[in-house]
């Protein structure tokens, strides 16, 4: 067994006994956030996450030491999520619901707030420490470049690369566009289609034209 092995095996059995606990009278929850929260404290955990609700259906934020890593939609398998985050980021993967005053609950409390205050029309923009490692190659230039379509204004594939210097990449555009892995914060949700169509999103076109009508009203 690898290293990386040992670590994943670890990580679960973390994970497997705070979701045991999961639901469980008050008392046992305030044990099962203890266990958490020492777990993270503990060094014993790569990525914190835990699932909020939202306008537009459950988010699943992820956190590193470094900040906000994923953001995923309800409509996307979980435990692809999850698995996707041991492989790339780190075995040791824990869902934390309890707040803290620094390490990964502060990057998960920030970023619940903020993302509410997003989609309920009180910010327009984000100030959370982000961990970008999945931002990666051309990809991640574009992604990183999301950041620069402000608020209220959208802008089109073929736009974007021709701003990236790549004219021709407007398909690579649309595929970095829908592996973001920060969407709100990086709003690949303003990125339209040349002839004004919607385009693809990972969150469902539905979600995708209530961002944009709630931009366009304020």
Not at 64 to 77: I, K, M, P, Q, R
């Amino acid at each position: 067994m690898t290293d990386h092995d040992t670590d994943r095996t670890a990580g679960r059995a973390v994970e497997r006994t705070v979701e045991r606990l999961r639901g469980a009278p008050a008392d046992i929850a305030d044990l099962r956030d203890r266990l958490a929260a020492e777990a993270v404290g503990g060094d014993l955990v790569d990525v914190a996450y835990r699932v909020v609700d939202s306008p537009i259906g459950g988010l699943l934020l992820a956190a590193t030491t470094d900040g906000l890593v994923y953001v995923a939609f309800e409509v996307e398998n979980t435990d692809e999520v999850l698995d996707m985050l041991a492989t790339r980021v780190g075995p040791r993967v824990l869902r934390t619901d309890a707040p803290g005053a620094d390490g990964f609950p502060a990057v998960l409390d920030a970023a619940a707030a903020q993302l509410d205050e997003y989609l309920t029309g009180d910010r327009r923009d984000f100030d959370l420490p982000l961990d970008t490692r999945l931002a990666t190659g051309f990809r991640g230039q574009v992604q990183r470049h999301l950041a620069d379509v402000t608020y209220g204004r959208t802008a089109t594939y073929k736009q974007l690369a021709a701003e990236l210097d790549r004219p021709g990449a407007v398909r690579a555009v649309g595929t970095a566009c829908a592996t973001n892995p920060l969407p709100l914060v990086w709003p690949c949700h303003r990125i339209l289609r040349s002839d004004g169509g919607l385009g693809g999103y990972r969150g469902g076109v539905e979600a995708k034209q209530r961002l944009l009508a709630m931009e366009s009203a304020a």
